[in-house]
């Protein structure tokens, strides 16, 4: 039986440095050494504990999938105007803006916008390390951005567009390193192209418009694909998790009362600590699910 021994990078190189000092500088040898490529490879990446995963260096085993929903505990809220909604700022905005920080489904109570991320993971599926940088759009219509809350990774290119019949001057300074932006967009053609991410972020910032003040939304951009923003009705959907292993998520809310807008919820089987932030194990081949319950108090309304 063929017996497969790993080590470390720094040992090998030591070991063929020590072979070779043995064997004579510059001399052939009889013995021929075969190297599997795709196994130094590997032992280059890092692993779980190197890079900030889970506890111990575990890194689990296959991929699944977590879904769930966040639902508000108390009454939906009524739908107004957005504050600084001001339409002699500019003809152009005919259209009045509606309130959207805080948006809950009326029938079943979904929360729109709740952001929810893996904040370290120990690995990432093939799919997304050999997929190609695709460009991901951000756009603005009728005085207002399209999305609230807007996630991607870091890998893509994060584009603004202006649908719009006005000009529009989008803003915003992600920090962490990466560059600030301050793109003048013309109308209906606007395009400004970011130069790209350095770092990832971990707490949205705010990308706002100078000439319409009541303009605002937050952008995220991860490592990785595991983040999520909840839909209409509350729900999402993380594929390709990394599985066999406890998965550190971040919850986020605008106007989550938590620090940095920390969003703690409550969920069978799920604890939440104080900053917004749960574990939970996903099943290789198979899916979890969080259906949580967000009381009036985890919000500052």
Not at 81 to 108: H, M, R, T, Y
Not at 119 to 131: K, L, N
Not at 246 to 264: I, N, P, R, T
Request: aromatic share 8%; glycine share 12%.
């Amino acid at each position: 039986m063929l017996t497969t021994i790993r080590v470390p990078l720094f040992v090998a190189v030591v070991g063929g440095c020590f072979v070779a000092a043995c064997g004579g500088c510059g001399r052939s040898s009889d013995a021929s050494v075969s190297i599997d490529e795709n196994q130094m490879l590997a032992m280059r990446k890092p692993t779980a504990a190197s890079a900030g995963g889970a506890a111990g260096g575990e890194v689990g085993s296959g991929w699944g999938t977590l879904k769930g929903k966040f639902t508000f505990a108390g009454n939906a809220p009524a739908s107004g105007l957005l504050a600084g909604f001001d339409p002699n700022k500019d003809a152009l905005c005919k259209i009045p803006v509606k309130d959207d920080s805080f948006v809950v489904d009326p029938s079943g109570k979904g929360i729109e916008n709740v952001l929810l991320y893996v904040r370290a993971a120990p690995r990432v599926h093939p799919d997304f390390e050999s997929a190609k940088p695709k460009e991901v759009l951000f756009d603005q219509k009728e005085c207002r951005f399209l999305s609230r809350v807007f996630a991607q990774s870091i890998k893509d290119k994060y584009v603004i567009l202006n649908s719009d019949d006005p000009a529009h001057n989008s803003n915003g300074d992600p920090g962490g390193g990466n560059p600030p932006y301050n793109a003048l967009l013309s109308p209906k053609v606007g395009r400004f192209d970011y130069p790209g991410f350095k770092k990832a972020i971990n707490t949205p910032y705010e990308v706002t418009c100078s000439i319409h003040p009541w303009m605002k939304a937050y952008h995220i951009a991860r490592p990785d694909p595991y983040f999520a923003v909840t839909g209409k009705d509350g729900t999402f959907t993380i594929p390709q998790l990394p599985a066999g292993v406890d998965l550190e998520f971040q919850v986020w809310h605008e106007k989550g009362a938590a620090e940095k807008g920390g969003l703690v919820g409550k969920a069978d089987g799920v604890t939440w600590t104080p900053a917004g932030r749960f574990k939970i194990k996903i099943p290789e081949n198979g899916e979890a699910t969080v259906n949580a319950v967000v009381e009036p108090s985890a919000l500052a309304l």
